[in-house]
């Protein structure tokens, strides 16, 4: 990405990994379609797999990258996934037990993994990489009032160089971040009152709130920017 000097400096593995893991993900989800009904499938020993509502699998799981997402989303009896980067590809899973499941050509894996509350909070793909369930639709840009946009602004530092800095600042509907080295800016619009989206949805931005403020914001997966007095 060219759109910060710093991506290079301390961001550039990051995305690096993050094309590598989308490229991956998505050989494996834009594959040719596959069904196969539940009460259909048999698991290795020729049982039956114990059967958990689909339901219980549904919602929006997002990548390590933070940018991208995946929707499960059952149909008539059947588990369907959908990519949020790439071409978009919707596909389908066969159900191999409870937790698990696979495309059936490929064999590649996805498991649904709970929370010690019992409910399924994220979603392994390839037995690697770990998606996280979240409470919002990606694809909805969700309105906030003035003040809610207000405490975001600020100038962030960059946790690993202090030299670098960003000045945020909120506009009619998101933000605009300005690179303090270049002046160069980026508009971001608002998933939910902490994450935000650049307008491809390459770019995202996580704040961290303290006592109703922002304190810091995270570039993609790790990259820590901490708001200046």
Known sequence: MKAMKSVKFAISPTIGAIMRSILFVSAFLSTSCFAQNVSTVKSGDGQQPETVPLE???????????????????????????????????????QINETNFET??????????????????????????????????PTIIKQLSAAQLKRLE?????????????DIRSSA????????WD???????????????????????????SDGEATQVTCFEDDVWLKGK
Not at 67 to 93: H, M, S
Not at 104 to 115: A, M, P, S, T, Y
Not at 187 to 198: A, D, G, K, V
């Open 173 to 180: 509907k998101g933000l605009t971040l300005k690179q303090l």
């Open 104 to 137: 059936k050509k490929e064999g590649h894996k996805v498991e649904f993994i709970k929370d010690g509350s019992g409910e399924f909070t994220q979603a392994k793909i390839l037995g690697r990489i770990t998606t996280v369930k979240v409470g919002f639709d």
């Open 183 to 209: 002046n160069k800016e980026i508009t971001f619009m608002p998933r939910t009152e902490t994450f935000f989206l650049n307008e491809d949805g390459t770019f995202p931005l996580t704040f961290l709130l």
């Open 56 to 94: 219980n699998f549904s919602g929006y799981y997002q990548l390590p990258n933070k940018a991208a997402f995946i929707r499960f989303e059952p149909k008539d009896n059947v588990l369907f996934g959908k990519q949020f980067w790439g071409d978009n590809k919707e596909y389908q899973l066969v």
């Open 154 to 166: 600020g100038t962030y530092i960059l946790t690993d160089d202090n030299s670098f800095k960003l």
